[in-house]
């Protein structure tokens, strides 16, 4: 049930959302956890489209046992954390091969599933992808930003109110996650991320068979410290830890390395 009290904020993302679902037939929206995927989702055609969560675990059971059986039961569906049964994926295939009415499936993901080990279906040029972000500045402001538009017209931007010093602080400490702009008292919102890491690390972790995030954190911090490591940063191991942390928190971007860090002497050693 909805808290009456707490201010929701018009998210960017609808707009792509509902454009996709007029031309497309399987849309999914990705997001990190609490980021509000389902907050957005539940706003489409709740008379017509039918929601299921599999985070209920009967109806995990049920999309588990028998994806195809599950999928042939609904018309227009939005299926939330939809990761948690991957092989969904290849029964929303066969489906949308024999009809492909736009907007009949509406998937929601707290994590890439298409980078998960268990995933072998794509549904290339079957899928949009719309990325959820936490709240941004502009969306608390109630502002659409318009730089890079008016700037590819060649037209001046207005210089949008100056925030600085304790304000600007503040501002980036208290992020964009709705449970954390909940919560007026910073150690309550320190008490939440802190649970919300925890909690994500342990079952993402655990549903993507990986087992290295018990030591990520010493890994982390050694691994551009002590030769010892050196050969670990190329592992399978730092890839599938790689995988697990842009797939877990996808506010976390990863970027190709443009040089090496090593330095070499004059012998070229």
């Known amino acids: 049930m909805a808290d009456p009290t707490f201010q929701f904020f018009k998210r960017f993302a609808a707009k ?50 028998d994806p195809a059986g599950f999928v042939r039961g609904f018309d227009l569906v939005t299926i939330d954390e939809v990761q948690r049964a991957p092989e969904l994926l290849r029964a929303i295939k066969r489906s949308v091969d024999s009809d492909r009415r736009a907007g009949r499936f509406l998937l929601t993901g707290s994590a890439n599933i298409l980078t998960l080990p268990q995933v072998s279906e794509s549904l290339a040029g079957r899928m949009e992808i719309v990325n959820l972000m936490p709240i941004s500045r502009a969306e608390i402001l109630g502002k659409e930003p318009t730089f890079l538009k008016m700037a590819f017209n060649s037209k001046l931007v207005k210089p949008g109110p100056e925030i600085v010093g304790d304000q600007l602080v503040h501002a980036v400490l208290i992020g964009g996650y709705p449970e954390m702009l909940r919560r007026e008292d910073s150690r309550r919102r320190q008490a939440w991320a802190r649970d919300y890491v925890k909690a994500i690390v342990h079952r993402d972790a655990a549903e993507r068979r990986l087992s290295a995030t018990s030591s990520l954190g010493t890994r982390l911090c050694e691994s551009d410290r002590t ?40 012998d070229g050693r």
């Open 16 to 65: 792509r959302v509902a454009t996709a679902l007029a031309d497309t037939p399987v849309v999914m929206l990705i997001g990190p956890r609490q980021c509000g995927k389902t907050t957005l989702v539940r706003q489409f055609g709740e008379k017509e489209r039918e929601y299921v969560t599999l985070d209920d675990d009967t109806v995990l059971e049920a999309a588990r046992n």
């Open 227 to 266: 030769e010892r490591c050196a050969g670990y940063r190329g592992s399978r191991e730092a890839r599938s830890v790689a995988t697990f942390t842009s797939g877990a928190f996808p506010s976390v971007w990863t970027t190709d390395q443009l040089h090496s860090n090593r330095r070499t002497d004059r």
